[in-house]
């Protein structure tokens, strides 16, 4: 494999697209995308806000009505963040749930330039049956899932090791390329860390 020389991503360049309901509405299926999933409440918006060094690009996901869309942003030419639809919003009705499980699916399972899928877990909890179903999906997909363990900032220094120490324990067990990382958005833990699985993902050849 010929090795490329590693680009700078300027995440603080990142604008938004477009929000896609169907997966027909995404932008043509060529060069990198990298996608960002969670329950909702994991802390997503903020992550995605942290990383571009905005404070409101990810709030367009957060529009009633948006929340079942897939919001797509520009990094450069060949290179988009995607902010996929957030699951668990009051309390949706099966059929809702359904599709919304069928959408995200069919978007993992065929969508070619998608490098990696970054899993947003509060730190404070363990995976739960949704976050399992997303690694599944992942594996299954061929895809490398990044777990940020959100809102590190929420315990002191022991608790997070020890939470860490967990889910790394955890996902030894299952499927799939994972791996796992703890995360703030209002203090500086593992922005740098975060960056460096991204541009891992956007510079390596396919
Ligand atoms: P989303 O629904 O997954 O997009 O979650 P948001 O980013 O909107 O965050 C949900 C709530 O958690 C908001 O009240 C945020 O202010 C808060 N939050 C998000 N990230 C952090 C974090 O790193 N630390 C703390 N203390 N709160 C956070």
């Given at each position: 494999m010929t090795k490329?020389?590693?680009?700078?991503?300027?995440?603080?360049?990142?604008t938004f697209i477009l929000?896609?309901?169907?997966?027909?509405?995404?932008?043509?299926?060529d060069g990198y995308e990298v996608a960002f999933i969670g329950r909702s409440n994991a802390g997503k918006s903020s992550a995605i806000n942290k990383l571009t060094e905005q404070r409101n690009l990810a709030r367009v996901s957060k529009t009633p009505g948006r929340t079942?869309?897939?919001n797509l942003f520009k990094l450069s030419d060949n290179k988009r963040l995607v902010d996929l639809p957030g699951y668990g919003y009051a309390k949706v009705p099966e059929q809702v749930k359904k599709d919304w499980g069928k959408f995200i699916d069919d978007?993992?399972?065929?969508?070619?330039?998608?490098?990696?899928?970054?899993?947003?877990?509060?730190?404070?909890?363990?995976?739960k049956l949704f976050d399992l179903q997303i690694l599944t999906w992942a594996s299954q997909a061929n895809l490398p899932i990044h777990i940020l363990l959100t809102k590190a900032d929420k315990l002191k220094y022991g608790a997070r090791?020890?939470?860490?120490?967990?889910?790394?324990?955890?996902?030894?067990?299952?499927?799939?390329?994972?791996?796992?990382?703890?995360?703030?958005?209002?203090e500086n833990i593992g922005h740098a860390e975060l960056k460096e699985k991204l541009n891992q993902w956007f510079n390596e050849l396919a």
């Open positions: 490329i020389t590693p680009e700078k991503n300027n995440y603080h360049a990142a929000s896609a309901a169907k997966l027909e509405n995404l932008p043509s299926d079942q869309l897939i978007y993992l399972c065929t969508r070619k330039c998608l490098r990696g899928l970054v899993l947003l877990v509060d730190i404070r909890h363990l995976l090791k020890t939470a860490l120490q967990k889910i790394t324990a955890e996902i030894k067990k299952l499927p799939g390329e994972i791996s796992t990382q703890i995360f703030s958005a209002t």
